[in-house]
């Protein structure tokens, strides 16, 4: 079985861009996370989604924002690029909602804010 | 709010020596537990998790965990390590009856030397 994939790997921006990342989940499974990865804040979780509506929602500002199709993809968008957003941002997989559940991990996608 | 604190900001250990990682948390319920290993620029991979039960957790490449409620600890241990352990640790707690939003600790970085 496919792990949860994400693109682009790699990205560079400028500040003031707005950027989106693509993360696919593992088959059968229809809940998403997302996390960022930085070396002054370490693993944060920005938010979940299930059945296409956000289920959790992490301390971040309204310039992050994620949405999930029917099929379980899920994007998320930074808008008003800002060189703090540079950062490792990890797409997580899970069954969904219920008890046990486990969260499996993408490769990443690295953003570069310049 | 819950917490996770990993003392051991980085570790060295001989090859073939055994390796103990500490993990501490703070949560008014007990959580479910976490361990998770990354790789230099790569995603993180589930080692281990616990949920309730045996305190004691078995998981992938020779790693086990121990829970301990009267200390809120849940440290990794490996008998003999190898070269190829070498990586950062994180361990990451969630709220009971759900694992789709994770609070991580800082982080152990293990160096193996042969």
């Known amino acids: 079985k496919a792990g949860v994939t994400q693109t682009p790997r790699y990205l560079i921006k400028t500040r003031g861009q707005q950027v989106t990342l693509s993360c696919s989940p593992i088959s059968g499974h229809r809940s998403v996370s997302w996390y960022q990865q930085t070396p002054g804040q370490g693993l944060q979780f920005l938010f979940e989604y299930f059945s296409e509506t956000q289920r959790n929602k992490g301390n971040f500002p309204g310039r992050f924002s994620g949405r999930q199709f029917s099929n379980s993809r899920s994007e998320m968008n930074v808008s008003t690029l800002e060189l703090g957003d540079s950062a490792l941002y990890l797409c997580?997989?899970?069954?969904?909602?219920?008890?046990?559940?486990?969260?499996?991990f993408g490769p990443g996608t690295r953003l570069l804010v310049l | 709010a819950q917490s996770v604190t990993q003392p051991d900001i980085h570790i060295t250990v001989s090859e073939g020596a055994s390796l103990e990682l500490r993990c501490n948390y703070s949560y008014g319920a007990t959580p479910y537990l976490f361990w998770y290993v990354q790789s230099p620029g790569q995603g993180l991979q589930l080692l281990l998790k616990?949920?309730?039960?045996?305190?004691l957790v078995q998981g992938i490449k020779g790693f086990e965990a121990e829970f301990k409620r009267s200390q809120s600890s849940f440290n990794l241990r490996k008998p003999s390590v190898h070269w190829s352990d070498a990586a950062e640790y994180f361990c990451?707690?969630?709220?009971?009856?759900?694992?789709?939003?994770?609070?991580f600790g800082t982080g152990t970085r293990l160096q193996v030397t042969l």
């Open positions: 616990y949920f309730s039960g045996d305190t």
């Open positions: 997580a997989s899970s069954l969904g909602p219920g008890n046990q559940e486990t969260q499996y």
């Open positions: 990451a707690v969630a709220p009971p009856g759900t694992a789709s939003k994770l609070t």
